[in-house]
């Protein structure tokens, strides 16, 4: 079936610094794929998406590349604020006619002053 | 504006009560979710709907239901609540594969 693993977190950054969350799937043919973001104590906000292979999602100074051959979608930001700090979900819908939105577990993202 | 509403933010509640979770959109979308959030940040997919008078289980099993008399609201009904059901809950919506909508999700106390 269907899966999403992502890095487990924390990941504590100074502000200003790069920024990596690594994301791969498991799905046949091409899935189309999200990154979410969660601030606290909020829902879930649509941050990115790509729907076929090559395309590069961005938003937000955030951007990721659909990554067919290594079955990627990492999320990358090269400075990071302190109003960064969320939870990241990357998520995917699979080519089935579920439209069923499978998550990773989720990674803690801290931006420190 | 298109948007996805739930109902209440945040509810305390006692064992044994009933409770419905209001969710409502305005985009027109036919397909509906619920989603349950644990502490540990895992998203579980407990209901779905595809559109009116469609409602499915999703994959983490709930003592939950649901309904969709109209298209635009989607709500999940607690018969007898407990504390086990202390969760955030989520709600969504989407258009074929470009992605869900979500609501801004109850945070729902059962003590």
């Known amino acids: 079936g269907n899966s999403v693993t992502q890095m487990e977190g924390p990941v504590t950054l100074s502000e200003e610094a790069f920024l990596t969350i690594n994301c791969t799937y498991t799905a046949t043919g091409y899935p189309s794929l999200f990154w979410y973001v969660q601030y606290p104590g909020e829902g879930l906000q649509l941050l990115l998406k790509?729907?076929?292979?090559?395309d590069k999602g961005s938003n937000k100074g955030f951007e990721a590349t659909y990554r067919k051959e290594t079955t990627s979608f990492h999320l990358e930001k090269g400075s990071v604020q302190v109003s960064d700090s969320a939870v990241y979900f990357c998520?995917?819908?699979?080519?089935?006619?579920?439209?069923?939105?499978?998550f990773g577990s989720g990674t803690r993202l801290l931006v420190r002053p | 504006e298109a948007d996805i509403y739930q109902t209440p933010r945040y509810l305390v509640i006692g064992t044994g009560k009933k409770i419905t979770l209001e969710c409502s959109q305005t985009?027109?979308?036919?397909?509906m979710y619920w989603y349950q959030q644990d502490p540990g940040m895992e998203l579980h997919l407990i209901h779905y709907?595809?559109?009116?008078?469609?409602?499915e289980k999703g994959d983490l099993s709930s003592e939950s239901t649901v309904s969709r008399i109209r298209t635009e609201h989607f709500p999940l009904t607690l018969e007898s609540a407990r504390p086990s059901h202390t969760s955030q809950y989520l709600c969504?919506?989407?258009?074929?594969?470009?992605?869900?909508?979500f609501g801004s999700g109850t945070r729902l106390t059962v003590v």
């Open positions: 709907s595809y559109g009116v008078n469609s409602t």
């Open positions: 998520a995917l819908i699979g080519m089935d006619s579920s439209y069923k939105l499978i």
């Open positions: 969504a919506s989407s258009e074929a594969k470009f992605g869900y909508t």
């Open positions: 985009m027109g979308h036919d397909k």
């Open positions: 790509a729907t076929k292979a090559d």
